[in-house]
């Protein structure tokens, strides 16, 4: 599939999906608009074939880099989505899109290209309040359009949405977990019906209050207060406890805590698994995350 931006004295292409027959389609946001833009212009999908669509934008997130649209119908052919979550490393994967704009040259049949899965959880940090941690790395080659479009594992099911290359390099190219892009558009789509537009809640409330010790010259972090009357659902923990790891990340300091957040970009209403010691017992607790209350 290959999307196609009227912005305001720019043209702009990129690739995209269909997730389910009503017509809706993940992108990634910056195929047509970036941490700066104001607003964006007339957005058309083009199916293979050549059909084109008006699509309607029902929401986007500039930090995960994704972005919902709705296109008129229904009974449209969608991608089978996978999973993301157990990717073995040198797997086979398959890279399509629109790169270069081939596919307009080819009647709109998407260009695939071929590699594996060559690294799972690679953080990169924040690059234009854009979340590049978590992604997939492969050595699929990745161009210019092949923005937005399916990473497919070798049964044919979507597992990533390419992002992005390194520049300067050559078979570094990354992809968005389709978990979490699902997540993420899921949000989206509950938003628009609430607020008319899709947008993201990042205003989470974990209840605690951590503070950094030092014991036997060993850093570690211990829950100091806990609000049990807030939204989040945090009475599995007692004051004094101390957080050893969340998730698969082990946690030495506050600073810790609050990156395993940005690398998984929790959202209120996600639980997390928390591994404490509290009285020399090492336990698995569950944490519900709510939303922050001013």
Known sequence: ???????????????????????????????FIT??????????????????????????????????LKIPGSDFDFCYIGDSNNLMIGEWVIAMGNPLNLSSKNDFQP????????????????QNKVNLNNRIQTDAAINPGNSGGPLLNSNGQVIGINSFVLDNNQN?????????????????????LNNDFGF????????????????????????DYINYDSSASNKDLYRGDKILQVE???????????????IYDFLPGESLNLLIERSDEILQVELIIGKYEK
Do not use: C
Not at 111 to 126: E, K, M
């Open 172 to 192: 570094l190219g990354f992809a968005i977990p389709i978990n979490y892009a699902i997540k993420i558009a899921e949000n989206l789509k509950l938003s628009a």
């Open 35 to 68: 941490s700066t833009t104001k607003g964006y212009g007339n957005i058309k999908v083009v199916l293979m074939g050549g059909k084109i669509y008006n699509a309607e934008v029902v929401g986007y997130d500039i930090v995960s880099d994704i972005a919902l």
């Open 1 to 31: 599939m290959q999307i196609k931006e009227d912005l305001v004295k720019e043209r702009t292409r990129g690739s995209g999906f269909l997730i389910n027959s009503d017509g809706y389609v993940i992108t990634n946001a910056h195929n």
């Open 248 to 262: 698969d990340y082990k946690i030495y300091s506050i600073e810790d805590f609050k990156n395993v957040f940005d």
């Open 111 to 126: 260009i695939a290209s071929a590699g594996i899965v060559s690294a799972t959880g690679v953080n990169l940090g924040f």
């Open 200 to 223: 993201i809640d990042r205003s989470w409330d974990s209840g605690l209050s951590l503070r950094d010790v030092n014991i036997n010259g060993q850093k570690n972090v211990i829950v």
